[in-house]
T-cell receptor, first 110, second 115 residues
Framework: DAKTTQPNSMESNEEEPVHLPCNHS???????IHWYRQLPSQGPEYVIH???SNVNNRMASLAIAEDRKSSTLILHRATLRDAAVYYC???????????FGTGTSLTVIP | KAGVTQTPRYLIKTRGQQVTLSCSPI?????VSWYQQTPGQGLQFLFE???????NKGNFPGRFSGRQFSNSRSEMNVSTLELGDSALYLC??????????????FGPGTRLTVL
């Protein structure tokens, strides 16, 4: 199974950008990169996903390395509500293998 | 549109018993996936059902089983409970077969405690 590696924790000041890294050196050509986050006492929620090109949505941006072995989730202006555990997941279009890993716990400092 | 609902929200059982958890997906969604979340192992994939068929299964013993009904509602069963089965069990639904370009919507989870 293709797996991901993320830092255990990160801190950011409120209203500053946050770059959350993810390494996925064993990614295959058919793996999509998804990001979910889990707020305290809630189930995970979708943030963004991509395959090869960088992606933007109202919540965040996803920057994917040219060799696809790493990616970065970018929160443009962190708010206190963004404090959560962020999971980088590889999803294969053939087998739907889900591996959440341990994620990165983001602390936002007021 | 109502979100994913899971019942019960909290459950306490003793070792050796069995338990059944229920998940109602978002209306129109045909895929339901189940996950186990523990402090030590994080979020682990149990299985996925799509149109009443199990499409994928994670690395869990046969004590963990599930099924999906024609209305897409799903149940998960754990037999012969062990202390290590204490966890938050999360259900997620999606319109298409869970994966590539379809978003999964998670429920709030069922907190199972095994004594």
């Amino acid at each position: 199974d293709a797996k991901t590696t993320q830092p255990n924790s990160m801190e950011s000041n409120e209203e500053e950008p946050v770059h959350l890294p993810c390494n996925h050196s064993t990614i295959s050509g058919t793996d999509y990169i998804h990001w979910y986050r889990q707020l305290p006492s809630q189930g995970p929620e979708y943030v963004i996903h991509g395959l090869t090109s960088n992606v933007n949505n109202r919540m965040a941006s996803l920057a994917i390395a040219e060799d696809r072995k790493s990616s970065t989730l970018i929160l443009h202006r962190a708010t206190l509500r963004d404090a959560a555990v962020y999971y980088c997941i590889l999803i294969r279009d053939t087998g739907n293998q889900f591996y959440f890993g341990t994620g990165t716990s983001l602390t936002v400092i007021p | 549109k109502a979100g994913v609902t899971q019942t019960p929200r909290y459950l306490i059982k003793t070792r050796g018993q069995q338990v059944t958890l229920s998940c109602s997906p978002i209306s129109g969604h045909r895929s339901v996936s189940w996950y186990q979340q523990t402090p030590g192992q994080g979020l682990q994939f149990l299985f996925e059902y799509f149109s009443e068929t199990q499409r994928n299964k994670g690395n869990f013993p046969g004590r963990f089983s599930g099924r999906q009904f024609s209305n897409s509602r799903s149940e998960m069963n754990v037999s012969t409970l062990e202390l290590g089965d204490s966890a938050l069990y999360l259900c997620a639904s999606s319109f298409l077969q869970a994966g590539v370009s379809d978003t999964q919507y998670f429920g709030p989870g069922t907190r199972l405690t095994v004594l």
